[in-house]
C-alpha cells in the first residue's frame, strides 16, 4: 500500500488510539491537517499554539492519557517551548508534532525555518527531526512509549514538509525495542524490608506524597498504606489529591505555603516515607535544616529525583503504585502492635498544631479570595476539576479546596506558568465533556492566554473560569509588601479590560461580584449554567497567602496571619 | 564533600545531536567537563564518549544518574575507583634552534616519542601516555619553547579481569 508521510502518521495515530489533537496550521503542516480531517480524530483548534500544549497537558493531566499536539514550523513551533517545558517540569505525558521546512532546506535559513529539536532538547523527554519518510512510524510508536512510560514527559517531533507528503510502500513497523530505555517499575524487596523495619520503629512517621503518586496512579495503594500504618500523609502542590484532602489523616500541603501542621511535622517527624516526590526547594525551604530527625525512605521511578536535593536513607527505584503496593503486602506480614495507642501522642501534637494554627484569613466586609475558593469548594462539594492559573490564585486553590480524589487539581507546578489554567481547562473539558471544570485564575495570568476563550465557545465547551480580582500581580506584590517595603514595582494590573463585557464580546456569560454577599448567588448562577462562564470576584486587593515561607528559611519558620 | 577527578565511559548511539544532548545536560545543570574524547566503536551504530569531570561523589552520581536517563545513552561506566588503562595523546610543536636539538631529541628519547614533523626552526613531536607523562614531557620542553599544542583528551578502557 503506497502512503505519503501525512498518511502513515494517521494510521499509526489511530492505532495509538489518540481521539483528540489540540493544534494551528500553518505552511508546512498542510498535508498532515489535510490527512487529519479525513480521519475521526477530533482536532480542537486554538488560538496560539502554547494553547495547544497546555490543552493537551491539560487533557493528559485529567484522563492520564497522552496528550497530542500539532502544530507548523517557525513561530509555531518556538510558541510551544513553554508548553513543553511546563509538561516537562510536572512530567506530564505529550508528544508534539511540529512541521518543518523540507529537509533539503534545512539550515539554510528558510522562511518559517527553527532548530525546534536544538530549542527543545533540555525541555523534552526526547525529541527527534524525522528524515525519512521510512522512518515516520517507527519514530511515533517509539514517541509514544517514551512519553507514558517511566516518569512520564513531552516527546517533540519535527516533521520536514518532504516527510509528510513523499508516498512510499507503508508496512505497519515491528515490535519497537528501545535497548537503552527500560524504566524501573518494579522495586529492589531488600530495600523495601529496610523501609518495613523503619517503619516499625519510627515513632513520629510521615508520608509525603507527590505527583508520582497521581501520575502511576497510586493513589488507593497510598491510602491503604496509610490507613494501614497509621501514618499522616501531607502532598506536595503535585500530589494534592493522592490522599483525600478531607481524611482525618491529611495534613494538607507541606512547602513555602504549606499548612502549618504540615511544616512542623517536617521539622519534627522522625521518618518521611516519599513517594514520587522530588523534594523541590518550594518544598523544603533551606535544605541542611529540612527534616533534621528524620530518616527519609525515597521512593520514585526516576533515580535522579534521589538524593538530588536531600540525604536518603533508603532510596527505592520504581513506580509508586507498584512499590507501595509491595509494601502494603509486606507490612500485611508485620505485627505493628496498638497503633492507636503507638501513634496516640504524635497525632495529638499534630492535632495540637491544626487547632493552634489552622489555615485562616479574617473575614471582613469586602470579598476574600480564600471566601471564594471556600465557597466553591462547598458548592461544588469538591467533585470539579479544578485547574489554576500561577501565583496567589494557584495557593489559596491549593490551600481551600480539599481534593477527595486524583487527577482532579490540575496546576503548573515546577514551571509555575501563568496562563496555563484557561487552556488547561479547555482540555480537561474536551475528555470529560460532562465533568465540571473550573478555572481559579487570577486577574493578571488570565490575561496570558485569554485569547483560548475562544477556543472554548467555538467548541461548546462549558469551562468555568473564577477570577480572583485583585488588580495587581498578587503574588509578586505580596514579597514586595514583606521584603521589598511595599515597593510595588511593576505589579498594578489596573487597567485590566472589563471582564464581564469581555466575556459578553467572546458570546460567553459574564457576571460579577464586588460584596462578600454576592458571592454565592454569582458562582450558583455561574456554576449552574450551560454555557462557558467568566466569573470576576473583585476581593480585597491586598490579601496575601499565608502561611509564608521566606524563600532560603527553613520551612518551619512561618509567617502567619 | 571534597571534589575529585572521575572519568566517565559512556556508550551512546552513533546519531547526529547526542553529543549536543550531553553536551547541554552539562551546560544546562552547571556541571565541567574537563576533557572529552568520542569516536565510533567496533559498532558504527555506537559510539564511545571518553570524559573527565570535576565534581564531588554526590554531584558524579548526579551525572552518572542524568546521563543514564538520556534515551541515545547506552551504558555509563564510571572508571575513576577501578582498574583501567588511559592514554592521550598530544602534538607539540617546539622550538627547534640549532644549539638545542640534540637536547630535543634526548628528550624524545627519554619518552619515546616521535619526531613526526621538521621545519627550520622547530619540531612537532608526538607524545602518547598517560597524564603524568603528559605534564613531565610538557615541564622539561616549556623552557625550550613550545610554539602549539593539540591534545586528544584522554580516553581509558576497564582492565579485564585476569
Known amino acids: ?81 513553554t508548553g513543553i517545558a511546563t509538561a516537562y517540569m510536572d512530567s506530564i505525558p505529550l508528544v508534539i508534532f511540529t512541521g518543518q ?134 502532598c506536595s502542590l503535585m500530589g494534592l489529591g493522592a490522599f483525600p484532602g478531607t481524611d482525618p489523616l491529611c495534613l494538607g500541603m507541606i512547602g513555602m505555603h504549606g499548612t502549618y501542621r504540615a511544616n512542623m511535622s517536617s521539622g519534627d517527624c522522625d521518618l518521611i516515607i516519599a513517594a514520587g516526590v522530588r523534594f523541590d526547594d518550594r518544598v523544603t525551604g533551606k535544605t541542611d535544616t529540612f527534616a533534621p530527625n528524620a530518616k527519609i525512605v525515597h521512593i520514585d521511578i526516576d533515580p535522579t529525583s534521589i538524593r538530588k536535593n536531600i540525604p536518603v536513607a533508603v532510596p527505592v527505584v520504581g513506580d509508586c503504585k507498584i512499590t507501595l503496593g509491595y509494601l502494603n503486602r509486606l507490612l500485611d506480614k508485620e505485627a505493628l502492635g496498638d497503633l492507636e495507642t503507638k501513634r496516640k501522642k504524635w497525632l495529638d501534637q499534630i492535632n495540637q498544631w491544626k487547632k493552634t494554627k489552622p489555615l485562616e484569613y479574617k473575614q471582613k466586609n469586602i470579598i476574600k479570595p480564600q471566601y471564594v475558593v471556600e465557597k466553591l469548594y462547598e458548592l461544588t462539594k469538591g467533585e470539579a476539576i479544578i485547574t489554576t492559573e500561577v501565583g496567589q490564585n494557584q495557593m489559596w486553590a491549593a490551600q481551600y479546596y480539599h481534593f477527595k480524589k486524583p487527577n482532579r487539581f490540575i496546576t503548573s507546578g515546577g514551571l509555575g506558568c501563568m496562563g496555563f489554567g484557561l487552556p488547561a481547562a479547555i482540555g480537561a473539558q474536551v475528555a470529560f465533556p460532562n465533568k465540571l471544570v473550573v478555572d481559579i ?72 461580584a464586588t460584596k462578600p454577599e454576592e458571592v454565592e448567588p454569582v458562582l450558583i ?35 502567619l496571619v | 564533600m571534597t571534589e ?30 574537563e576533557s572529552l574524547s568520542v569516536a565510533a566503536t567496533m559498532d558504527p551504530l555506537v559510539s564511545r564518549i571518553t570524559m573527565i569531570t570535576i565534581a564531588d561523589t554526590q554531584i558524579v552520581e548526579q551525572i552518572i544518574k542524568q546521563l543514564h536517563k538520556l534515551i541515545n545513552v547506552i551504558k ?65 620542553l616549556k623552557p625550550i619553547g613550545i610554539k602549539e599544542i593539540a591534545k586528544t583528551g584522554i580516553i581509558a578502557l576497564f582492565r579485564e579481569s585476569k
Request: charged residues 20%; aromatic residues 6%; positive net charge.
Open chain 2, 76 to 140: 555509563v561506566y564510571a572508571l575513576t575507583g577501578t582498574s583501567y588503562v588511559q592514554r592521550e595523546m598530544a602534538l607539540i610543536k617546539v622550538q627547534a634552534k640549532p644549539e638545542r636539538r640534540a637536547e630535543i631529541l634526548r628528550i624524545v628519547d627519554i619518552f619515546r616519542c616521535k619526531v613526526v614533523d621538521v621545519g627550520q626552526d622547530h619540531y612537532t613531536l608526538e607524545v602518547t601516555g598517560d597524564e603524568g607523562k603528559m605534564t613531565a614531557i610538557l615541564n622539561l
Open chain 1, 101 to 234: 521546512v523540507p529537509t533539503q532546506l534545512i539550515g539554510n535559513d528558510a522562511f518559517q525555518e527553527v532548530d525546534i529539536v536544538g530549542i527543545t532538547r533540555p525541555c523534552t523527554k526526547h525529541n527527534y527531526l524525522v528524515k525519512r519518510t521510512e522512518d515516520l512510524a517507527g519514530i511515533v510508536k517509539e514517541a509514544f512509549i517514551i512519553a507514558a512510560s517511566g516518569r512520564p514527559g513531552p516527546v517533540l517531533i519535527d516533521l520536514p514538509k518532504d516527510v509528510s507528503n513523499t508516498k512510499i510502500t507503508y508496512k505497519a513497523p515491528k515490535k519497537i525495542n528501545l535497548k537503552s530505555y527500560k524504566p524501573t517499575y518494579n522495586p529492589n524487596m531488600n530495600q523495601l524490608h529496610k523501609a518495613v523495619k523503619l517503619i516499625k520503629n519510627a515513632r513520629k512517621p510521615i508520608i509525603f506524597a507527590g505527583g508520582g503518586v497521581v501520575l502511576s496512579g497510586g493513589s488507593k495503594e497510598l491510602t491503604e498504606l496509610a490507613h494501614k500504618t497509621r501514618i499522616p500523609v501531607t
Open chain 1, 441 to 512: 485564575a487570577g486577574d493578571g495570568s488570565i490575561q496570558m492566554n485569554i485569547q483560548e476563550m475562544a477556543t472554548a465557545m467555538q467548541y461548546s465547551l462549558p469551562v468555568k473560569v473564577v477570577i480572583l480580582n485583585n488588580q495587581y500581580l498578587g503574588m509578586v506584590r505580596q514579597w514586595q509588601e514583606l521584603f521589598y517595603e511595599k515597593r510595588y514595582a511593576a505589579t498594578g494590573m489596573e487597567h485590566a479590560p472589563d471582564f464581564v463585557k469581555l466575556a459578553e464580546a467572546y458570546g460567553a456569560i459574564g457576571l460579577r
Open chain 1, 1 to 81: 500500500m503506497k502512503l505519503t508521510g501525512a498518511q502513515i502518521l494517521m494510521e499509526v495515530l489511530k492505532e495509538e488510539g489518540v481521539d483528540t489533537i489540540f493544534g494551528f496550521p500553518g505552511g508546512v503542516i498542510i498535508d498532515v491537517f489535510d490527512e487529519l480531517a479525513k480521519t475521526d480524530i477530533k482536532h480542537i483548534l486554538v488560538r496560539h499554539e502554547q494553547g495547544a500544549v497546555h490543552a493537551a497537558d491539560g487533557y493528559a493531566r485529567a484522563s492520564g492519557r497522552v496528550g497530542v499536539c500539532l502544530v507548523t514550523s517557525g513561530p509555531g513551533a518556538t510558541n510551544t517551548v
Open chain 1, 525 to 559: 448562577k455561574g456554576l449552574a449554567s450551560p454555557k462557558t462562564v467568566i466569573m470576576d470576584f473583585a476581593v480585597e486587593r491586598e490579601e496575601c497567602v499565608y502561611p509564608m515561607v521566606p524563600a532560603g528559611a527553613p520551612i518551619t519558620e512561618m509567617l
Open chain 2, 4 to 33: 575529585q577527578k572521575h572519568i566517565l565511559s559512556i556508550l551512546v548511539d552513533n546519531q547526529p545531536g547526542v553529543l549536543s544532548r550531553i553536551a547541554g545536560l552539562f551546560s544546562g545543570r552547571g556541571y565541567n567537563i
